[in-house]
């Protein structure tokens, strides 16, 4: 680590506070899904800035994390000098000896003006840029354009991050769930994630269980360079870091079927008034009954948290009711049943290889039909002709 990092910030309450900041452990744990697919090496946290990114080329990237409430409206230019801490964030980087990248990280959205920043620091449009830096200079504390130019130029403006109520929820999603399934590990990447969380709070704090630095101390050594080192590896989290840390979340052996004893008696739903008319006996309606309750219990665990991002029970349902729907148009008639032998039919086709599940999924075929008598209940799904499910209760 070069001496411009190296050296004690010129404040350090980061630590101090740690409580309300949150958000920000949030935003760092993110990072600790890539070390597997990029060339970040360290996370330095609560130093000179929020936290610093170490890449494997020797680049630095400084970060100033700022969380903005809804009510608080959009940035402008001003107020990322100012409130978003921009003229801050270039004296850090001018202290640091200029790095490779300073960054302003915030869930806030930009007016168009800030907007039109963060597009030209984005595209290092030097036109634009010593526009800016000729109507910033003194709002980021610069004697000049030309000094603001340069930080401009390394600046980056990551905007509309999640907010405080959605960030755990798009992290666990967005970069969790992806690094375990390329490892193809079965953890549980909610716990995962707040392990990861607990890694970084305790880096910003600079707190483990390892022994006192002054325990190391020595009559006439360099104490400040001692203790200035073992504060440094307490706020740093790596790859090693986030491996013990892994390592320490219990393995989910696969996915579990529901073994509890709630049962549905005494009640007619529509699921078993459908199995009923099909002519499924009551030993293959309780069997559904429990199934069901497993999918419902798989179905928590796997569901995206925020709409839109790429659902695995949404795709999982389309197969499904795709060859529920093959198996229908074979077997169904206009007179007279066929549940049976549906029943039997999806029992042997619903697999995940035949519908060309990942096994990285680590979905049960129980579960699946399981899927197929939710839907049932749902009325997606029939195993007779169709009738009054509501007021027909009869088989």
């Not at 309780?286 to 925020?306: G, I, Y």
Request: contains cysteine; glycine residues 6%.
């Amino acid at each position: 680590m070069p001496w411009e990092l190296l050296h004690e910030p010129e404040e350090d309450s980061g630590s101090e506070t740690a409580d309300r900041y949150e958000y920000q452990y949030q935003v760092v744990a993110r990072h600790c899904c890539e070390f597997d697919s990029s060339d970040l090496q360290w996370i330095l946290c609560e130093w000179h800035t929020d936290y610093v990114l170490a890449l494997a080329d020797g680049k630095y990237i400084l970060v100033s994390v700022k969380h903005r409430e809804h009510s608080q409206g959009t940035w402008t230019l001003a107020g990322l000098c100012g409130d978003g801490g921009l003229k801050t964030l270039r004296a850090r980087w001018q202290e640091c000896n200029r790095p490779h990248q300073a960054r302003l990280a915030t869930n806030g959205a930009l007016n168009p003006e800030a907007r039109k920043l963060a597009t030209a620091c984005g595209e290092s449009n030097t036109a634009r840029l010593k526009q800016f830096s000729e109507q910033l200079y003194q709002k980021l504390g610069c004697k000049d354009s030309d000094e603001a130019f340069e930080f401009l130029l390394h600046l980056r403006i990551e905007h509309e991050l999640p907010s405080r109520k959605y960030i755990r929820a798009h992290n666990v999603e967005k970069y969790v769930r992806p690094m375990l399934r390329s490892r193809g590990t079965r953890l549980s990447s909610t716990k995962v994630y707040d392990a990861i969380v607990e890694v970084v709070r305790e880096s910003a704090r600079a707190v483990n269980n390892q022994a006192s630095p002054w325990v190391f101390s020595q009559l006439h050594s360099l104490d400040e360079q001692l203790l200035r080192d073992v504060n440094v590896a307490r706020r740093m989290v790596d790859r090693e870091r986030v491996e013990l840390c892994l390592s320490n979340v219990t393995p989910v052996d696969g996915p579990l079927l529901q073994t509890g004893q709630a049962t549905e008696a005494n009640l007619e739903t529509r699921l078993t008034k459908k199995l009923r008319q099909g002519g499924i006996g009551q030993t293959a309606i309780q069997s559904a009954q429990r199934t069901r309750r497993s999918w419902a219990s798989f179905e928590a665990q796997n569901s995206a948290p925020l709409p839109g991002s790429g659902d695995l029970v949404d795709d999982l349902t389309t197969r499904v009711l795709h060859e529920a729907g093959m198996v229908e148009s074979e077997l169904a008639t206009d007179e007279g049943t066929y549940g049976r032998e549906m029943l039997r039919e999806l029992n042997r086709r619903l697999t995940s290889e035949n519908l060309g599940i990942s096994k990285s999924a680590n979905v049960d075929r129980l579960h699946l039909l399981g899927l197929a008598f939710q839907l049932t209940d749902e009325c997606h799904i029939w195993w007779s002709p169709e009738f009054d499910v509501e007021n027909d209760g009869a088989a």
